[in-house]
């Protein structure tokens, strides 16, 4: 990095990064614990204070940005495990994305192609639902025309990356119908009406997990609610503000608050903790936008998680004791730091007649999904897997069941490896639910 760039970089850092919420950082350390990356490798660097420590550094002239600050902002999971844990409240997942925004301004460590991706996937794919469908399309085909078996075969996938072969692998049956191709946008409460809510459908979830969109809307009516899914939203623009765009972020969250508000909805309703945790969250992400501050407030206060909003708004669903089994929870990051929900799924799943919960070991601690980390940073995304499927097994649980896509492909992916051809499977916690309704 040149000192011209630096300098620049560490200017954007001091524009961007809420001074108040570095020095509010008392260098206490109860946040190392409950850092995975400084679970892993014991380097103060690696922990929230290690880099909380860099960046104030940066924006006082003590050190210029370099290769490794970037470095180190990247490594950082986003999983937010160290708020609970900060007796000062740091807002750090606050932090690290503002440190993302402006290294994404400067950096030069992008690659040329890797530049051209960001950009298509950003900003000419991710936000525009017709072409997240094309790209559904494209995948089914690929799945069920025989080119997906020709590709293994010969094992072009895996000439890119050894770590996309393994996900390939895993990947379930891509839908080309949407939840609104298959539901239209308005399904009504089945019996008692006791409330109306939108349905936030996501973009992968529901290119990918289609039919647990589909399951999710059919809960929803059976415990009394009429659901809204507004055509006109979009994606929730969670990938964009833990990569630094946060621009189209807040771009996105705009389009998202005004079609949730035409629809007229008491809650909006996600089922991937990822994309909940930014929708609870547009207020700050527009706190300084004064036209939409007021608009930011009222779309975060109303949104809920599936298994919240089914425990305390709903009526209880008539759930049919199932053949007896062994259940286990892996937490989705956001759900249970950012959303503070961690508790709803497991209330759910320990009612279900016939099932053994078995809390897991660390079952709070990051998986190494983490949105697309598991593709930039495979080397310690694949460390924390291993030892997360080393507590998963130790439960002899037949599913492990997760809220969140990005932690299902995970923990599909751990399977896999560390436990093929065992009755254990990775299931969303929507699915595993409607099957016992």
Same mark, same amino acid.
């Given at each position: 990095m040149s000192n011209a760039t630096a300098k620049s970089l560490q200017?954007?850092?001091?524009?961007?990064?809420?001074?108040?919420?570095?020095?509010?950082?008392?260098?206490?350390?109860?946040?190392?614990?409950?850092?995975?990356?400084?679970?892993?490798? @014991?380097?103060?660097?690696?922990?929230?204070?290690?880099?909380?420590?860099?960046?104030?550094?940066?924006?006082?002239g003590i050190m210029e940005p370099n290769v490794r600050f970037e470095e180190?902002?990247?490594?950082?999971?986003?999983?937010?495990?160290?708020?609970?844990?900060?007796?000062?409240?740091?807002?750090?997942?606050?932090?690290?994305?503002?440190?993302?925004?402006?290294?994404?301004?400067?950096?030069?460590?992008?690659?040329?192609?890797v530049k051209g991706v960001r950009k298509i996937v950003f900003g000419q794919l991710f936000p525009h639902q017709n072409r997240m469908k094309l790209l559904g399309k494209g995948l089914r085909f690929y799945q069920k025309s025989g080119a997906q078996t020709l590709a293994r075969k010969t094992g072009v996938v895996g000439l890119f990356s050894k770590q996309m072969s393994a996900m390939e692998r895993i990947l379930p049956e891509a839908a080309g119908k949407g939840v609104v191709d298959q539901l239209g946008t308005r399904v009504?409460?089945?019996?008692?009406?006791?409330?109306?809510?939108?349905?936030?459908?996501?973009?992968?979830?529901?290119?990918?997990?289609?039919?647990?969109?589909?399951?999710?809307?059919?809960?929803?009516?059976?415990? @009394?609610?009429?659901?809204?899914?507004?055509? %006109?939203?979009?994606?929730?623009?969670?990938?964009?503000?833990? =990569?630094?765009?946060?621009?189209?972020?807040?771009?996105?969250?705009?389009?998202?608050?005004? %079609?949730?508000?035409?629809?007229?909805?008491?809650?909006?309703? =996600?089922?991937?903790?990822g994309c909940g945790a930014i929708l609870v969250e547009y207020d700050h992400l527009l706190h300084d936008d004064a036209q939409w501050q007021e608009q930011a407030k009222w779309f975060a206060s109303r949104v809920k998680d599936i298994s919240t909003i089914l425990l305390e708004k709903g009526r209880p669903l008539p759930f049919t004791e199932g053949p007896g089994v062994r259940i286990t929870y892996q937490d989705s990051c956001h759900l249970r730091n950012v959303?503070?929900?961690?508790e709803s799924p497991r209330k759910l799943l320990k009612q279900m007649p016939g099932a053994t919960f078995v809390e897991m070991k660390d079952a709070g601690s990051c998986c190494g999904s983490a949105g697309i980390y598991n593709l930039t940073q495979p080397d310690m995304a694949n460390t924390i897997l291993d030892h997360k499927m080393d507590h998963a097994k130790a439960t002899e649980a037949h599913y492990i069941v997760t809220s969140n896509p990005g932690c299902l492909l995970q923990m599909k992916l751990g399977i896999d490896k560390h436990a093929p051809g065992s009755p254990m499977q990775a299931v969303h916690i929507v699915d595993f639910l409607y099957e016992r309704v």
């Open positions: 200017e954007s850092l001091k524009l961007k990064l809420d001074y108040d919420q570095l020095t509010n950082c008392m260098r206490c350390g109860f946040c190392l614990p409950a850092c995975p990356t400084f679970k892993e490798t @014991g380097v103060e660097a690696e922990s929230p204070r290690g880099r909380i420590s860099l960046m104030k550094a940066a924006v006082d180190q902002m990247g490594h950082c999971l986003g999983c937010r495990a160290c708020e609970p844990a900060c007796p000062a409240d740091v807002k750090y997942g606050q932090l690290i994305e503002q440190a993302r925004d402006a290294i994404e301004d400067h950096t030069t460590q992008h690659r040329t192609w009504p409460a089945i019996g008692e009406k006791v409330g109306t809510v939108g349905m936030f459908r996501g973009c992968l979830m529901d290119v990918l997990f289609t039919e647990t969109n589909r399951k999710t809307v059919q809960l929803l009516a059976k415990a @009394g609610f009429d659901v809204v899914i507004p055509e %006109a939203q979009n994606c929730c623009g969670a990938l964009h503000a833990h =990569s630094g765009e946060m621009d189209q972020a807040k771009q996105l969250a705009r389009h998202n608050i005004r %079609a949730f508000q035409e629809a007229g909805v008491d809650y909006i309703v =996600s089922n991937a903790g959303m503070k929900a961690g």
